[in-house]
């Protein structure tokens, strides 16, 4: 049980920079979300359902411009999908790999931030240590939310409706990120938005359809274009 316990410690204060790096971007998606109309149970429920970052940001902008449920729902799960290889690779590295319960947690809470951290551990991860590390940096998304649309009640209208750019940052800091060491991202990226610009400005689609169709297209064009070696499969 002290081991257990010593484990939790450690994974909260791994965890703690991330707290603080969600809770920040997570005041944004707060005031989004009520920007968008949500009440305030609603855009909580938000985070404490998806805990998805950039996918949460995504899908309130599509929501936004009105886009079907369906296309929203297939554009999360594109642009979330990655998750899905993280918490493969990461569920080989635990040190008990047979509890569903700890697998379930596990592949709920392995976002970016928490993959990162948990992979850079030259050790065998115990589930206490990755309810530490994945529930502190939760806590950081979901009370962010939280104090990010309850802060609409006192600030201008102005600034709550300004709060929508930072999905534009967000992806933006994420692109060039990427492109910094790969530039076929910066390639399929292009091909993405230049298939989303004609549909919409040529062919008069909505955004909804729009991305989805532009994002799968440009998904399978980088399926093409890269080797095994370079997406991490050997």
């Known amino acids: 049980m002290e081991n257990k316990g010593k484990e939790v410690r450690e994974g909260i204060r791994d965890g703690f920079p991330i707290f603080l790096g969600y809770f920040t971007t997570a005041l944004a998606f707060g005031l989004l979300t009520r920007s968008s109309s949500f009440t305030f149970v609603e855009g909580l429920l938000t985070s404490l359902m998806t805990f998805a970052g950039s996918g949460q ?58 993959f990162t951290v948990a992979s850079f551990k030259g050790k065998k991860l115990s589930y206490s240590y990755m309810a530490g590390l994945i529930f502190t940096s939760y806590a950081g998304w979901t009370t962010g939310t939280a104090v990010g649309y309850l802060g609409g009640t006192f600030l201008p209208d102005v600034v709550q409706k300004a709060a929508v750019i930072t999905v534009y940052a967000m992806f933006a800091s994420l692109l060039g990120s990427e492109v910094r060491w790969k530039a076929k991202a910066l390639l399929v990226a292009s091909l993405s938005a230049l298939l989303n610009s004609i549909l919409i400005l040529c062919l008069s689609f909505s955004t909804g359809l729009s991305f989805l169709i532009s994002m799968i297209l440009a998904t399978l064009f980088g399926a093409l274009i890269y080797t095994d070696k370079e997406v991490g499969i050997e």
């Open 57 to 114: 940001f995504l899908m309130m902008n599509l929501y936004n411009a009105g886009s079907m449920l369906l296309s929203i729902v297939v554009s999360v799960f594109f642009i979330n999908s990655r998750y899905i290889f993280m918490a493969s690779s990461l569920s080989q590295r635990l040190a008990d790999p047979s509890s569903v319960s700890g697998r379930l947690m596990c592949g709920f809470g392995t976002v970016d931030e928490v």
